[in-house]
């Protein structure tokens, strides 16, 4: 049986530690006689185990490091738990629960926005002090389909938000003048979504097969019920990205808001990047 190297690559662990059977032993010293690609994720294993082995040295140098970074970690503690007592004892509740809601975004001109599209794929790429995160608003078809069935497009979402004590924070450590760079990718076409998932679909076909012939072996866990095409995902369903917005309201956030109140919301705060 031809089994996939990702496949067997689940499966050296459990082999590793000899909680596999004679059947699967088999099957995995098989494939590793003539794949080198396996060959050396098993030495890379061996030799991750063996560095993970106690010694006196070892073990010193990782109480001296530990002791570093607990003393690191303390001065940070110290410093967060005295900005935020300083304002909370300046400023009135109310502000003070404020300050723990994420609802400031930097402006579009902070954040370096690139989109492409290739092969049915749409590339976001992103560079910001914060963490770029992502949400669709469904557009109305005008009638009553369920929530996942709309099939009259969708806005892509982009917002960077974060919250007034981590803006403190960042001042006062420095971290806000560290980048933070992400790509996120959404299939906009068929062609594009098996782009995108066509390893995931035959590592669940070969796991499948694993299940089926070899039902009393220990296996790698994975969603049996995952996608198998793009009529399968329930996600994709055709919502094509017709836009992409980038969201700088400063109000509570838009993780909270309802479809059609992020829709319309979008007419005050949506910058098309």
């Known amino acids: ?161 974060y919250t007034p004590l981590e803006g403190l924070a960042a001042h006062f450590d420095g971290s806000e003048d560290e980048l933070i760079s992400g790509l996120s990718q959404w299939a906009i076409t068929e062609e594009g979504w098996w782009e995108l998932h066509r390893d995931d679909v035959e590592y669940l076909e070969d796991m499948d097969k694993m299940r089926t012939e070899y039902p009393d072996q220990p296996l790698p866990d994975y969603d049996q019920n995952a996608p198998r095409s793009p009529e399968e995902d329930v996600d994709f369903l055709y919502h094509g990205i017709k836009e992409v917005y980038y969201y700088d309201g400063l109000d509570a956030g838009i993780w909270g808001k309802e479809n059609d109140e992020l829709l319309a919301d979008l007419e005050k705060h949506g910058n098309n990047p």
């Open 1 to 161: 049986m031809n089994i996939s190297c990702k496949v067997i690559q689940d499966l050296l662990p459990l082999y590793h530690d000899g909680v596999t059977s004679l059947e699967t032993n088999a099957l995995v010293e098989e494939h590793l006689q003539t794949c080198e690609a396996c060959q050396e994720e098993f030495h890379k294993l061996q030799e991750a185990v063996d560095l993970a082995l106690p010694s006196p040295e070892r073990e010193e140098q990782k109480t001296e490091s530990l002791k570093k970074v607990k003393r690191s970690l303390r001065y940070k503690r110290l410093a967060v738990i005295a900005i935020t007592l300083a304002v909370m004892i300046a400023i009135f509740i109310p502000v003070g629960m404020w300050m723990s809601i994420p609802c400031i975004s930097p402006p579009l001109e902070e954040v370096a926005i690139d989109i492409t599209e290739e092969n049915g794929i749409l590339n976001i790429h992103s560079v910001s002090s914060w963490t770029v995160t992502m949400r669709r608003a469904f557009y109305p078809d005008g009638t009553d389909a369920q929530e996942g069935e709309r099939k009259n497009g969708s806005a892509l979402i982009l917002s960077a938000y």
